[in-house]
């Protein structure tokens, strides 16, 4: 089973996109006047570029109000980079005298369409031969520093007691949609992984990131899978307002702090109600993140299909997180056994078992950057799903050997602790007994 595989008109669609000099973006914002494309060496040293650049293929390089220093050019240089996409309107400013730019505008607005009203699991690039692109960890990583920044702001701004808008969230969208197209495992892998340290911001860009990969399985298209991301961004940012309420451990709050605590998702949605852009249906799924499919949630206690779609991918998104995360009374279970808690509790009816099924098939059931131990007593890390199955993902060594399960070549023994993060395992009995619920993270066994 490959989820990414794609019919042959779309692997000729991906090719010609990658290949061409089309510029491609899952933008939702159109720029008033356009893209063009420019040479490296058109760019003039000393100016200011006030929108951000990018690549042929849609790929962040500059952001916005980024300064245009020899060093900036000679990086674009060594990264092979020859030719930029520009917002027009930064032509005159950024560019020496007589240039000729690409007219790409119509082209990109077409693309654009198509991308908001086609299914993105049909653009997913199959990549399951290739190994892992440093490149795309860049810009991974790039795309962290930018969130980053735009939590920055909007923290700022939520401290003003006015929030001005939202663009820069969904360029954060935008960018790792991007990114998932290019390479969806890889993506995942990376960003979903488990890890030695997890603040508020990065929790935030994770959830984002799983909840558009569910998603892309579950055949929404580009213009949903912006709007879930953004959805994802935005949910918590009533936490910025709420003060004490919001600092001490769920499992440490009496009846009255949770009850406080409960009302963070009505403050987030109060806080974007005038933001222009932010429609009626983000802000009911932002209020609903994390009500249960039983309607064992908060804050209204809805259930089943009257929560919103985004909300129940995004419900079971922040569950497994939570779990590979540690908490107050625990260390963060691994992810493999975090699914097997997701698979019991969607048993019980908790979560929406369709949403667990997607989840399952972009994870498999060792998820993606986790860790297992082959029968030759080495460890490897899963860097791929497998083509047929759940139980036989592609591997790399710690020696930086690729090994595809599928190909009969190796067996895996069992999961393991990653040692480079704090790590517990469950045991079966465990597994099968587990009392667990989001709104209560101390786990039991019952």
């Known amino acids: 089973m490959n989820i990414c595989k794609c019919s042959s008109l779309t692997l000729l669609f991906a ?28 760019l003039c040293i ?20 980024a300064s245009i220093t020899s060093d900036v050019i000679k990086n674009l240089r060594d990264r092979e980079v020859a030719e930029l996409r520009i917002d027009s309107r930064d032509l005159a400013s950024i560019c020496v005298d007589g240039v000729s730019p690409i007219a790409l505008t119509p082209e990109h607005e077409r693309k654009e369409r198509i991308a908001k009203a086609t299914p993105v699991k049909d653009l997913l690039i199959d990549r399951h031969d290739e190994s892992l692109s440093l490149v795309l960890s860049q810009e991974l990583d790039e795309n962290m520093l930018l969130a980053r920044t735009h939590f920055d702001v909007m923290r700022e701004q939520l401290m003003d007691n006015v929030l001005l808008g939202t663009d820069g969230m969904m360029e954060i969208a935008n960018n790792y949609a991007r990114c ?30 799983l909840g558009m990969a569910v998603a892309t399985q579950m055949g929404l298209t580009g213009q949903q899978i912006l709007e879930l991301g953004l959805t994802a961004l935005l949910h918590d940012i009533g936490f910025h307002l709420m003060g004490d309420a919001a600092n001490k451990p769920v499992g440490l709050m009496n009846e009255a702090e949770l009850w406080e605590y409960r009302k963070h998702p009505l403050v987030s949605v ?22 249960q499919f039983d309607g064992s949630g908060y804050p209204r ?19 497994y997180l939570q779990l590979i995360f540690p908490t107050n009374d625990r260390r963060g279970i691994i992810p493999h056994d975090a699914l097997g808690v997701l698979l019991h509790q969607a048993g019980h009816g908790l979560f929406d078992p369709r949403v667990i099924k997607a989840f399952l098939y972009i994870e498999s059931l060792y998820p993606l950057g986790s860790k297992v131990e082959l029968a030759t007593g080495e460890t490897a890390r899963v860097i791929r799903r497998p083509k047929k199955g759940f139980a036989q993902p592609v591997l790399l060594s710690a020696e930086g050997q690729r090994i595809d399960l599928g190909l009969g070549n190796a ?9 480079d993060v704090d790590q517990i395992r ?14 209560h993270p101390r786990m039991k066994v019952g």
């Open 15 to 42: 090719e010609s996109w990658l290949d061409s000099r089309i510029y491609f973006s899952l933008r939702v914002g159109q720029m008033l006047q356009g893209i063009v494309g420019i040479t490296l060496e058109e």
């Open 46 to 65: 000393g100016s200011v570029c006030k929108h951000p650049v990018e690549d042929r293929r849609g790929l962040l390089l500059l952001g916005a109000n």
């Open 180 to 209: 998932m197209v290019d390479d969806h495992d890889q993506t995942v892998g990376e960003v979903g992984a488990a890890s030695a340290s997890c603040d508020v911001d990065d929790r935030t860009v994770r959830m984002a990131v």
């Open 270 to 291: 109060s806080c974007v109600s005038e933001v222009p852009h932010i429609s009626e249906g983000i802000q009911l799924a932002m209020e609903q993140v994390h009500e």
């Open 301 to 319: 206690g809805v259930k089943a299909h009257r929560i919103h779609n985004y909300a129940r991918i995004l419900n079971v998104v922040d569950a």
């Open 411 to 419: 067996t895996v023994v069992r999961p393991v602790c990653d040692p």
């Open 426 to 439: 469950l045991s079966p009995e465990i597994l099968g007994n587990v009392l667990w619920h989001p709104s």
